[in-house]
Nanobody, 115 residues
Framework: QVQLVESGGGLVQPGKSLRLSCAAS????????MAWYRQVPGKERELVAG???????NYADSVKGRFTISRDNAKNTVYLQMNTLKAEDTAVYYC?????????WGQGTQVTVSS
Protein backbone atom coordinates (compact mmCIF):
# COMPACT_ATOMS: atom_id res chain seq x y z
CA GLN A 1 0.00 0.00 0.00
CA VAL A 2 1.34 3.40 -0.98
CA GLN A 3 1.61 6.01 1.74
CA LEU A 4 2.79 9.58 1.30
CA VAL A 5 3.59 11.55 4.44
CA GLU A 6 4.13 15.30 4.24
CA SER A 7 5.97 17.37 6.80
CA GLY A 8 7.51 20.81 7.17
CA GLY A 9 4.46 23.05 7.10
CA GLY A 10 3.80 25.79 9.61
CA LEU A 11 3.42 29.50 10.20
CA VAL A 12 5.98 31.76 8.55
CA GLN A 13 6.33 35.49 7.93
CA PRO A 14 6.15 36.94 4.42
CA GLY A 15 9.49 36.84 2.66
CA LYS A 16 10.73 33.85 4.65
CA SER A 17 11.31 30.26 3.54
CA LEU A 18 9.99 26.77 4.29
CA ARG A 19 10.90 23.34 3.01
CA LEU A 20 8.23 20.69 2.69
CA SER A 21 9.08 17.00 2.59
CA CYS A 22 7.07 14.08 1.25
CA ALA A 23 8.23 10.63 2.31
CA ALA A 24 6.91 7.68 0.31
CA SER A 25 6.46 4.15 1.66
CA UNK A 26 7.63 2.69 -1.66
CA UNK A 27 10.32 3.51 -4.15
CA UNK A 28 9.50 6.78 -5.88
CA UNK A 29 10.87 5.23 -9.06
CA UNK A 30 7.47 3.51 -9.11
CA UNK A 31 5.90 6.77 -10.21
CA UNK A 32 6.31 8.66 -13.43
CA UNK A 33 5.63 11.97 -11.69
CA MET A 34 5.83 13.27 -8.15
CA ALA A 35 4.16 16.59 -7.50
CA TRP A 36 2.99 19.13 -4.99
CA TYR A 37 -0.51 20.60 -5.08
CA ARG A 38 -2.17 23.15 -2.85
CA GLN A 39 -5.72 24.03 -1.93
CA VAL A 40 -7.46 26.84 -0.13
CA PRO A 41 -11.05 26.63 1.13
CA GLY A 42 -13.59 27.17 -1.60
CA LYS A 43 -11.10 26.69 -4.43
CA GLU A 44 -9.96 23.76 -6.51
CA ARG A 45 -6.72 22.00 -5.76
CA GLU A 46 -4.01 23.41 -8.00
CA LEU A 47 -0.68 22.08 -9.20
CA VAL A 48 2.29 23.87 -7.67
CA ALA A 49 5.23 21.87 -9.03
CA GLY A 50 6.01 18.49 -10.53
CA UNK A 51 9.09 16.39 -11.18
CA UNK A 52 9.35 13.38 -13.44
CA UNK A 53 11.29 10.21 -12.78
CA UNK A 54 13.87 11.61 -15.20
CA UNK A 55 14.21 14.82 -13.22
CA UNK A 56 12.30 17.23 -15.45
CA UNK A 57 10.40 19.86 -13.52
CA ASN A 58 7.47 22.17 -14.11
CA TYR A 59 5.99 24.94 -12.00
CA ALA A 60 2.87 27.03 -11.71
CA ASP A 61 3.51 30.55 -12.99
CA SER A 62 2.73 31.94 -9.55
CA VAL A 63 5.70 30.14 -7.95
CA LYS A 64 8.32 30.16 -10.72
CA GLY A 65 11.60 31.55 -9.46
CA ARG A 66 10.57 31.14 -5.81
CA PHE A 67 9.84 27.41 -5.35
CA THR A 68 12.05 24.46 -6.21
CA ILE A 69 10.98 20.82 -6.33
CA SER A 70 13.58 18.10 -5.94
CA ARG A 71 13.80 14.41 -5.18
CA ASP A 72 16.10 12.13 -3.22
CA ASN A 73 15.62 8.70 -4.72
CA ALA A 74 17.69 6.99 -2.04
CA LYS A 75 15.37 8.35 0.66
CA ASN A 76 12.17 8.00 -1.39
CA THR A 77 11.48 11.63 -0.57
CA VAL A 78 10.41 14.64 -2.57
CA TYR A 79 10.98 18.18 -1.38
CA LEU A 80 9.48 21.58 -2.06
CA GLN A 81 11.76 24.45 -1.17
CA MET A 82 9.64 27.58 -0.87
CA ASN A 83 11.41 30.94 -0.77
CA THR A 84 10.16 34.50 -0.62
CA LEU A 85 6.80 33.30 0.63
CA LYS A 86 3.74 35.48 0.15
CA ALA A 87 0.40 35.62 1.92
CA GLU A 88 -1.23 34.14 -1.18
CA ASP A 89 0.88 31.00 -0.76
CA THR A 90 -1.19 30.15 2.32
CA ALA A 91 -2.85 26.79 1.69
CA VAL A 92 -2.86 23.13 2.54
CA TYR A 93 -0.08 21.52 0.50
CA TYR A 94 -0.53 17.97 -0.73
CA CYS A 95 2.01 15.53 -2.06
CA UNK A 96 0.92 13.54 -5.11
CA UNK A 97 2.41 10.54 -6.84
CA UNK A 98 1.06 9.17 -10.05
CA UNK A 99 1.70 6.65 -12.73
CA UNK A 100 -0.76 6.81 -15.60
CA UNK A 101 -4.31 6.77 -14.17
CA UNK A 102 -3.18 5.83 -10.65
CA UNK A 103 -2.91 8.75 -8.25
CA UNK A 104 -1.90 8.73 -4.60
CA TRP A 105 -2.21 11.58 -2.14
CA GLY A 106 -0.75 12.52 1.20
CA GLN A 107 -2.83 13.89 4.06
CA GLY A 108 -1.68 17.47 3.50
CA THR A 109 0.30 19.97 5.52
CA GLN A 110 -0.82 23.49 6.34
CA VAL A 111 1.34 26.43 5.27
CA THR A 112 0.32 29.83 6.64
CA VAL A 113 2.16 32.96 5.56
CA SER A 114 1.32 35.85 7.84
CA SER A 115 2.98 38.61 9.78
Amino acid sequence: QVQLVESGGGLVQPGKSLRLSCAASVSIFSFSVMAWYRQVPGKERELVAGITSGGRTNYADSVKGRFTISRDNAKNTVYLQMNTLKAEDTAVYYCNAHNGPLHYWGQGTQVTVSS
